[in-house]
Structures are given as structure tokens and as C-alpha cells.
């Protein structure tokens, strides 16, 4: 009875060329990051968002940037078409979610 050889490759991963692994802690961020990485992010979420959305908050206008704001590394607030406002809640894992705030109809 003959026994076939099963041949095993190596493969060696070269890590020299790797990049090192980013950070995940956004707190503490500066304002100027926190404003561009709510711009990036607000470009990427609003391409995927209804045409309104994109009219509404395509102004890249920031409102206020807040640092170590209430429990998140930092909140930006943009200002859109007729008094709305969207809020990039950056948290300390830099993870960006949002809020928006638009007035009320009829205004009164």
C-alpha cells in the first residue's frame, strides 16, 4: 500500500509593511478634529441619504463644536436649510452617530 506525502505550505506573513493598528480613543479630541472627522462622516452618511436630507444638510456651515461634551468625546452641530440642525455625536470609540433637529411646522 502506498502512502501519499501530503505536503503542507507555509505561508510567512511579512508584517514589516504593515500599517500600524489606528486608535480607537477619540476622547480626548481636539476641535479641529472633531469638526473634520464630522465632516468626513457627514459626507459618506448623506450620499446614501434621500435627495431632501442632501439639500437640507449639504452645507458643510458648523453651528458649534463641543469637546467632552455630555458623556461623548465631542458633538458637532451643522446648520441646515430653514433652521435645521444636524448633531454629529462623536463617541470615545470615535464611532459618529446623529441627530437632527428641525422646527416645528407652522412655526408657532
Not at 54 to 72: I, L, M, N, P
Amino acid at each position: 500500500m502506498k502512502i501519499a506525502k501530503l505536503a503542507v505550505p507555509i505561508f510567512v506573513v511579512a508584517l514589516a509593511g504593515c500599517d500600524k493598528p489606528q486608535a480607537t480613543s477619540c476622547a480626548p479630541i481636539s476641535s479641529s478634529d472633531a469638526q473634520a472627522m464630522a465632516l468626513k462622516a457627514k459626507s459618506a452618511m448623506l450620499s446614501r441619504s434621500t435627495e431632501a436630507d442632501q439639500r437640507t444638510f449639504g452645507s458643510d456651515k458648523v453651528e458649534e463644536v463641543r469637546t467632552g461634551a455630555e458623556g461623548y468625546a465631542a458633538k458637532v452641530t451643522f446648520a441646515g436649510l430653514g433652521g435645521a440642525r444636524l448633531t454629529a455625536l462623536i463617541e470615545d470609540d470615535c464611532y459618529v452617530g446623529w441627530t437632527e433637529s428641525r422646527p416645528a411646522a407652522g412655526g408657532g
